[in-house]
């Protein structure tokens, strides 16, 4: 059986111009490779916009490291949707298709989920970053791309300073008041494998900076959570469409009162720290192989 893992020409090994974090794929194919393996399947690493025939011999795909879809996501999609026709693909490009967008956030909040307050924008303007700090009585706005990943072009703003309306990236926006906590405690994120928890861990900055992702600097580390965090990680997983997908890391932040909102529900292409779970590997193994079974 052969399992094809889906990443990107900057992920592979001996790309000519790999990316800074790419040490992450091979971390996580690194736990992948030997427990599929142990189920007789071979996992072979592919960019997801190889030849058709390269997918020719795979029985099924899982969406690894394809960290550069967002600035042709209707290509992705195609292409998840060609495979689909094949041969099961995880998670679902249905799922994907929901995930894509990070307004599903809005759905998931309709549902009884508690994200981060949020105002939705076709586009960030110096007014309408005015009027969402005012609204949320802040003095520090975060500005997010409703589509993308990694923090790219991402902005902190801060009250009366000088902002170039021209540089603000053109496309629908999330605006969010900036939480301390992630400085001073760190983000949280839950690994779900197949609708059961595997690990948790902590991601902080680098000092000076409020962006986790190690491409940044952040760092990681394992955490035993507490029992109400946990629950709080659970609950977000019943109000998906698919309540159990093959992987799921849940990424959350403690707000004012204590209690952890919702930053993500990342079910396409996360990276899901197999060092801080030394039982990942097996566990995604295992749930493949049942659902091709």
């Known amino acids: 059986m052969k399992i094809a893992f889906l990443a990107c020409d900057s992920t592979l090994p001996g790309a000519v111009d790999r990316r800074v974090d790419a040490f992450e794929h091979d971390f996580q194919v690194a736990a992948l490779r030997p427990a599929l393996r142990d189920h007789d399947a071979m996992l072979v690493e592919l960019d997801w916009r190889a030849a058709e025939s390269d997918f020719g011999d795979c029985d099924a795909a899982i969406i690894g490291t394809t960290w550069d879809y967002e600035d042709q996501w209707d290509a992705f999609i195609a292409r998840l949707e060609w495979l689909e026709a094949r041969m ?27 994200i981060i307050p949020t105002q939705w924008v076709d586009r960030p303007t110096i007014t309408n970053i005015n009027d969402a700090m005012a609204q949320f009585d802040t003095d520090r706005l975060v500005v997010k791309k409703q589509i993308g990943a990694g923090a790219r072009d991402q902005i902190l703003v801060e009250r009366d300073a000088h902002i170039d309306e021209n540089a603000l990236f053109a496309s629908p926006a999330m605006l969010q008041p900036f939480l301390p906590q992630i400085r001073s405690e760190g983000e949280y994120s839950f690994i779900f494998v197949d609708g059961a928890f595997s690990h948790a861990l902590i991601k902080r900055p680098q000092t000076g900076d409020y962006r986790i992702q190690s491409a940044y600097g952040g760092t990681e580390s394992a955490v035993e959570p507490q029992q109400s965090d946990l629950d709080a990680a659970k609950s977000i997983l019943t109000l998906l469409p698919d309540q159990s997908p093959l992987y799921a890391r849940i990424d959350m932040l403690r707000g004012p009162d204590g209690n952890l909102l919702l930053m993500e529900a990342e079910l396409i292409e996360p990276y899901l720290y197999p060092q801080q779970g030394p039982d990942l590997g097996r566990m995604l193994a295992d749930a493949i192989i049942r659902r091709l079974a």
Do not use: A, H, M
């Open 88 to 114: 099961p693909v995880f998670n679902s490009s249905e799922l994907v298709k929901w995930n894509i967008d990070k307004s599903y956030l809005r759905s998931i909040e309709t549902k009884g989920g508690t």
